[in-house]
Every structure is written in C-alpha cells, then in structure tokens.
C-alpha cells in the first residue's frame, strides 16, 4: 500500500512539474497579449502588450469607434520579433478621460511618456484615423526617436489643401459636441456609431464584427467616452495649426500609407509626400476605412513586411 501510495504521489509531482512548465510556456509565448496600465504626462493609459522581439519595439494607435482591440489580429504577427504595445488613446477606453488635452500633439506626448516608462527610446509607429494625427504629431515632435511611421487612412489637418475633406458629408459630425449632442446619444452609442462602421466601409455587411461593435459600443459608453471622443474632433483646428508649423521640417524617416480605394484613396498619400521625404503609398483594393477589417488579408501583410524591413533597406 505505501509503495503504491509512493507511486503515486510521485507520478503526481511529475504531472504538476509538466503542468507548471505548459502554463510558463505559455505565458512566455512571444504572441500572449497582456493587458497593463501606466501614470504617465498626468493621464493613466490602459495598453496591451506582446512580444519578445529584439527589433524595434512597434506601437499601434486605433482611431475613433475603436481602442487598442482593432489590433489584436495583427499584434501576434509581430510579436516574435519585437515587443508590440497597442495604448488606448487618452479618452478612449479604459484609459483617463481628462477634461482637456485632446490636441494630437499633447496626446502624441502622453504616447511618448508611456514608451519612456516602458525603457524604450527609438520606436516603429502605426496609426489609424485618430490614431494616425497622433502617430504623426509623435514623428514631428521626436524625429530622433522615430525609425519608420505608417498613417492609416483618414487625413492630416492643416496640411496641403485639407479642408475639402474636413468639409465633406460628414462636416456635422466634426462639430458634434457639447450638452446636447452628449444628451442625443447617451445610450444610444451603438446607433450612434451605425454611421461610422456601416457608412465608412466599402460594404456595411463587411465592416466592423457584431461582436467587435459591442465591445466598442460598450467602452464609449464608460462615464465621460463619448464626449471625449467629441473632444478629439473639436481639436482639429488646434491640430491644423500645430500640423502646419510640423511640416515646416517634412520629416526623413520611412512612411508608409495605406489607404482605403473607396475611403481615402490617394489623398492621404499625397499629404504625406508634403511632410515626409521617404513615403510609400499602398491603396487597398477593394476596402473603405476599416483596413484591418475589411481587407486583413491585403493590409496586414503590408504592414509586416515594412516593419520587419531594417531601416537602412528602405531608404
């Protein structure tokens, strides 16, 4: 009896030894993506992380209607060769939602203050929409800190002959602030956000996922998400100003751009070659403003295959 007591007990450590060294494993995998939130420039920044990489680290910033979830799909694609940190935005998700500070340039700041945290200088930057002012406002105020920057599909205020695009259809929509545009849309979020997802795409029935709408429906819907959203729109002046003195000095690292045949299409490409030296410009067949949604399969190998490509090749 105790030899089979004995035995088993040992046959018990053996598997608990097993187990233990599956669940390090797996915790250590290069592509588990983990979530982390930082103090930093004033403002608490909820992020998720990946990767073990040796290259440069890459940051990845979502746009409006979306926080840092958007880039889940590609953040394991990188994680093996370098540390992937998508934030999400002051104001959007789990993230502060200060009264002010929504100007690309200080959101760009509390960016940097959350790679310096993380011991990070020179960094790859991604972003879409929103996300691409302030990955551009990072570009143009750390230039030294920058090794290659992607802009997403939306446009850059204040450069070149931008304001046919401000004043498109949607010129409500950038002045949609304030109490009762707050009133209209408590608890209507989802309806509200309809507009973006369905509008924008190049085909509604293929655009933002039921259950991806939920989740953002759900995180603007946190105390003081909508009208930080708002806030980011109602900065556009601000940021034109800022942006205009930004090209002043077009920048020199390597810019991709991708932008959607039936959403921005070539504009955002030509903006570009006005403030960078070393731009090349993808149009995605086929897709509207959801890149990573509506065509995944065109958007995310590009964008692999610019930030693995060491930045001396590329210029």
Do not use: C
């Amino acid at each position: 009896m105790n030899t089979l007591l004995r035995s088993f007990q040992r046959t018990s450590s053996a598997l608990l030894v097993l187990l233990s060294m599956q669940l390090s494993a797996h915790a250590a995998a290069p592509d588990a993506i983990q979530s982390h939130s930082a103090n930093v420039n004033g403002v608490t920044l909820h992020y998720l992380q990946a990767g073990q990489g040796s290259q440069s680290p890459v940051v990845l910033l979502h746009g409006y209607a979306e926080t840092s979830h958007m880039w889940r799909p590609l953040m394991p694609q990188l994680a093996d060769r370098h540390v992937v940190i998508a934030p999400d935005l002051r104001g959007a998700g789990t993230s502060s939602k200060p009264d002010g500070g929504y100007d690309k340039k200080t959101m760009a700041q509390d960016i940097h203050a959350l790679v310096a945290s993380l011991g990070y200088r020179k960094i790859k930057i991604v972003g879409h929409d929103i996300g691409l002012m302030v990955a551009y406002a990072y570009a143009a105020q750390y230039p030294d800190e920058v090794d290659s920057i992607v802009l997403m599909d939306a446009f850059l205020p204040g450069v070149g002959d931008w304001t046919p695009v401000w004043l498109l259809r949607d010129l409500w929509h950038f002045h949609f602030y304030g109490e009762t545009p707050l009133k209209l849309v408590d608890g209507r979020e989802r309806i509200y956000f309809e507009h973006f997802w369905n509008d924008f795409a190049a085909d509604r029935t293929h655009s933002i996922p039921e259950a991806d709408r939920q989740f953002y429906a759900a995180e603007y819907a946190r105390p003081g998400g909508m009208r930080a959203g708002f806030e980011y729109f109602r900065n556009f002046e601000q940021d034109a100003k800022d942006f205009a003195g930004f090209a002043r000095t077009p920048l020199q690292m390597p810019m991709l751009v991708l932008s959607g045949e039936k959403a921005g299409g070539q504009f955002l490409i030509d903006q570009a070659r006005l403030v960078d030296t070393h731009v090349q410009g993808i149009i995605i067949k086929g897709s509207g403003h959801w890149l990573m949604e509506e065509a995944p399969q065109q958007t995310i190998p590009a964008l692999v295959t610019f930030l693995d490509t060491p930045v001396a090749a590329k210029r």
